[in-house]
């Protein structure tokens, strides 16, 4: 826990997590709906 | 047999008596078992030797035999329409509308009640336990007179059916027998149980006997949410009708005609609207009492009464949102054009005033909350912020009120070069509309979890971390809504669609995860001051007010809008309004009957609240114990 609470590694860490999370909800809930969250980008 | 023991006794049997009654209306809709007696032919029903004609049911596409008459064909006449000199729609409007608030008053409440009880039968500390139990006893006798009110109101609502609609009333009675039968019943086991509730407490208040009390309220909260789902199926039934064939002959399955396709998407949206409702209503009166409050013992009882009632309103008013949001999913699934005429067409103009609505329910609640950190002693360290939230709030207020297109005389018609403004109309479209609700909602959800932190600093090992992490987090929710926001723009329609299902979640995210995440980290926090329940400008109190106000004519708006999207419909497809009032008022029109409707609820329940007051006199001195003090801590309130 203490190499957590230094900022920077708290700061990359949460920021690892954070961004993976939003983007595989953002990828799962479009899958769900038939949908495909990357369309522009496989344009 | 002891005393104690008897009143066990009988509050046991009281509860079974409740359950029964509960399951009695189910058993007298089944058909009668074949017992060799000859059962009695339906009404309508086909008789031996006569040729079965069946018809396919309109919503559910299966065949049924016909056992119903076709839905009448109305004419301008006396005889389907019979009216006072003055417009029948107005009074059927105004009827309805002041029922309906009244019941979702008096349907709200008891769950709150329910809510609060059980919080005072959980808590360790009996002090607490005993204003937790004041409270909810406080909530159920307002909603008591109320209840009387309700009733009048629908037998008002009745009547005003049977002698301006008698012909449209007739038939839907005629679909809706066995429901309208249950409906009645399920109404006096629901009156039964209400008044035990209400008379039983002091009786029932320790022990085994709370339990079987709070059990009540439990029984009380279902019989109260299934009379609304009832209820919700005959406006079902209008909007999107089911189980009848084209001419709306009956086919026998009532469970069709109430489970139409707006049915679940309605009882959702009216639960949450109604307990957010309800909320408002009690944090209103709370809100009165403390501006009315003339000792500081008073002030700190209904300060901490109103924010106990508005934490409860925005508890449901958060997903309410998302839950209209599937509403209207449902009904561009039921009808395309009924969508089109409610957010895009006719009625679009009533949405830009819902979402103005929404933003002040908003904006109302997160005032509250920031005045509200001036009454915990060490919450000065959040007030700098604040003007960061205020931004962004007012960012996604002005973005979600934008209207796609203006109404415009000729000349700024054409000097603006269109109906769409160039940059502002981009802001129009529900696209940028989800990212600016949900951007609001959010910075609800952070002012929440800044004032569940105002007077305490987390002691845990990862305390820093957890901060991090909880900033870092509510930052990527921002910009993924905003992202995705924006990314609407770029990708076709068909895909834009399904973007608000992450946005959402995006948002309940960190509503659940940051409020989970924060209650870990407050664990042992320590304390740098009491709570100082009463100690909080009268601004707050007013910002209480207008939250409830802003619910009643929200309320009252929708209503409107879901029940004007039928257009010329008495049941939509089915059986056509040819009264001379069947057209679409114009907004202003509709407005100024919302506003009388609002403020005659507004009227005639500061009477109930007056009424509640007499009786509060006369309580016994017992009732009072456990009113909060001047510097109460109900640590365990938030």
């Known amino acids: 826990m203490s190499a957590l609470n230094n900022p920077i590694i708290a700061v990359l860490v949460s920021l690892v997590i954070a961004v993976t999370y939003f983007t595989l909800i953002d990828h799962y809930l479009m899958e769900m709906q038939g949908l495909d969250f990357w369309y522009l980008f496989r344009q | 047999m002891g005393v104690v023991t008897r009143k066990k006794l009988f509050s046991t049997v009281a509860l079974c008596a409740i359950v029964v009654s509960l399951f009695l209306p189910i058993v007298m809709a089944l058909p009668s078992p074949a017992t060799g007696e000859e059962a009695p032919v339906a009404e309508g029903a086909p008789k031996e030797g006569e040729k079965v004609e069946k ?13 119903g008459a076709p839905a009448p064909k109305t004419t301008d006449s006396p005889t389907d329409y019979p009216r006072y000199n003055f417009e029948s729609r107005v009074l059927i409007w105004f009827a309805n509308q002041q029922h309906l608030y009244y019941g979702s008053f008096v349907l709200a409440v008891p769950i709150f009640c329910m809510i609060i009880e059980f919080m005072g039968v959980m808590t360790k500390d009996k002090a607490l336990a005993k204003r937790y139990d004041q409270l909810a006893y406080d909530f159920i006798k307002i909603s008591l007179t109320a209840y009387s009110l309700t009733a009048i109101l629908g037998g008002i609502l009745i009547f005003t059916f ?8 007739a038939y839907l009675s005629s679909i809706f027998r066995p429901v309208m039968h249950i409906y009645a019943l399920m109404f006096v086991a629901e009156s039964g149980t209400l008044y035990i509730y209400y008379y039983g407490w002091d009786k029932m208040k320790e022990g085994f006997l709370k339990w079987i ?40 399955n009532i469970w069709h005609v109430i489970h139409t396709a707006l049915w679940n998407p309605l009882n959702l949206h009216r639960i949450l609207g109604n307990m957010a409702f309800g909320g408002g209503v009690v944090a209103a009166y709370a809100a009165y009492k403390f501006l009315a409050a003339k000792t500081d013992e008073e002030r700190a009882h209904y300060d901490w009464m109103g924010y106990i009632a508005m934490a409860l309103g925005v508890a449901f008013l958060i997903p309410l949102p998302f839950a209209g949001y599937w509403l ?185 995860f940051m409020f ?6 407050m664990k042992g926090a320590k304390q740098l001051g009491p709570i100082e329940w009463g100690k909080i400008s009268a601004r707050s109190q007013y910002a209480l007010i207008m939250l409830a106000t802003a619910f009643t004519w929200m309320m009252g708006l929708m209503g409107y809008i879901r029940s004007s999207v039928r257009l010329f419909w008495h049941v939509n497809e089915i059986m056509r309004d040819n009264s001379p009032w069947a057209y679409t008022h114009t907004v202003g029109f509709a407005a100024n009957v919302i506003s009388a409707n609002v403020l005659f609820f507004w009227i005639s329940i500061l009477f109930v609240f007056w009424l509640g007051s007499l009786t509060a006199k006369k309580a016994p001195v017992e009732a009072k114990v456990g009113v909060p003090g001047a510097i109460p801590q109900p640590a365990g309130s938030h």
Not at chain 2, 55 to 67: F, L, N, Q, W
Not at chain 2, 218 to 224: E, H, K, M, R
Not at chain 2, 225 to 251: C, H, K
Not at chain 2, 516 to 521: D, G, K, R, T, Y
Request: with cysteine; hydrophobic share 50%.
């Open chain 2, 516 to 521: 989970a995440l924060n209650s870990l980290m």
């Open chain 2, 55 to 67: 018809a396919r049911d309109v919503y559910y596409k299966t065949e049924g035999i016909v056992v």
């Open chain 2, 213 to 252: 009390h709070l059990s009540m309220s439990v029984i009380l909260n279902v019989i109260g949410t299934l009379l609304m789902f009832l209820a919700n199926s005959w406006i079902g039934f209008m909007m999107s009708p089911a189980g009848v064939d084209e001419q709306g002959r009956y086919l026998g």
């Open chain 2, 162 to 169: 049977l002698t301006l609609y008698p012909t449209f009333f």
């Open chain 2, 328 to 512: 209207m999913r449902e009904v561009y699934a039921y009808r395309q054009q009924m969508g089109i005429t409610l957010m895009g067409g006719l009625l679009a103009w009533l949405f830009i005033i819902q979402a103005t609505m929404i933003g002040i329910l908003f904006l109302s609640t997160n005032y509250y909350l920031w005045q509200a950190l001036g009454r915990m002693r060490g919450a000065e360290r959040f007030q700098r912020y604040i003007k960061y939230l205020v931004f962004l709030m007012a960012c996604g207020f002005m973005v979600f009120i934008t209207p796609h297109t203006m109404v415009m005389t000729p000349a700024e018609l054409k000097a603006m070069g269109g109906q769409q403004h160039p940059v502002l109309g981009n802001y129009g479209v529900m696209s940028a509309k989800n990212g600016g609700i949900n951007v609001i909602i959010v910075t609800t959800v952070l002012s929440f979890v800044w004032y569940m932190r105002g007077n305490k600093v987390p002691t845990v090992s990862w305390a820093r971390f957890g901060n991090i992490f909880m900033g870092v987090f509510f930052a990527c929710a921002y910009i993924n809504i905003i992202f995705l926001a924006i990314y609407g723009y770029y990708i076709p329609a068909n895909v834009r669609v399904g973007l608000s299902v992450p946005q959402v979640a995006s948002t309940l995210s960190c509503l659940f």
